[in-house]
């Protein structure tokens, strides 16, 4: 199974950077993946990662250090729109998610 | 990139109904899709995996008799809450997997979930 720890709430300043992290333990890793959630919407994919390393998109970046059991989301430039619960997940050798608790991110004016 | 659509997006049924969810994969065939689900408050639990051709596998907990996954062809796989009860209220979603194995494309998408209440 997965054992996956990210806080629970963040808050932050319109136009800053925020990081957030993420601890795992897993039985069989196969991919690490970041997705935004709405409140009373699905998860929208962010990010995946499956070797060490920076992936960059945009204005959100994901890092992913296999060896640590540990990946950080990067949200650069916040806007207001990117208020929302922040999902890591970690994927096994079936392909099965398991997600964390989510991290609730709220960008103030 | 690839869209996974469900329909329908909310019911609102009452105690000891049958409710049938579909999830279709719309720019790819899916050989395996998957079905979670997600209490208020609460992140995405799986339920289970299901496989076109064969039987769904149940995660534990699930009670697979109460929760039937038809996956019959490589773009729709059907979830049906069978004698649904107030406790099966949920935000239930599926995904499939748009990629190849060590591909630089390789990813999970979510379909938009199906709202259940159940009176």
């Known amino acids: 199974g997965q054992n996956i720890d990210q806080p629970t709430e963040m808050t932050a300043t319109e136009g800053a950077i925020v990081q957030i992290n993420c601890t795992y333990q897993t039985s069989g890793f196969n991919g690490l993946f970041w997705y935004q959630q709405h409140a009373g919407e699905a998860p929208t994919f962010l990010s995946y990662n499956v070797l060490d390393g920076l992936e960059e998109k945009g204005r959100f970046s994901s890092f992913l250090s296999r060896s640590k059991g540990y990946s950080y989301l990067l949200l650069k430039e916040l806007q207001m729109k990117d208020s929302a619960s922040y999902l890591c997940?970690?994927?096994?050798?079936?392909?099965?998610?398991?997600f964390g608790a989510g991290t609730t991110v709220t960008v103030r004016a | 990139g690839a869209v996974v659509s469900q329909h329908p997006s909310r019911v609102i049924c009452k105690s000891g109904t049958s409710v049938k969810i579909e999830c279709r994969s719309l720019d790819f065939q899916a050989t395996t899709m998957f079905w979670y689900r997600q209490f208020p408050k609460q992140s995405l639990m799986l339920m289970a995996t299901s496989n076109e051709g064969s039987k769904a596998t149940y995660e534990q907990g699930v009670e697979k008799d109460k929760f039937l996954i038809n996956h019959a062809s490589l773009t729709l796989s059907t979830l049906t809450v069978t004698s649904a009860h107030p406790e099966d209220s949920s935000f239930y979603i599926c995904?499939?997997?748009?990629?190849?194995?060590?591909?630089?494309?390789?990813?999970?998408?979510f379909g938009p979930g199906t709202r259940l209440t159940v009176l």
């Open positions: 997940a970690v994927r096994d050798i079936d392909y099965k998610l398991s």
């Open positions: 995904s499939d997997r748009y990629g190849v194995t060590g591909g630089l494309i390789d990813t999970q998408y």
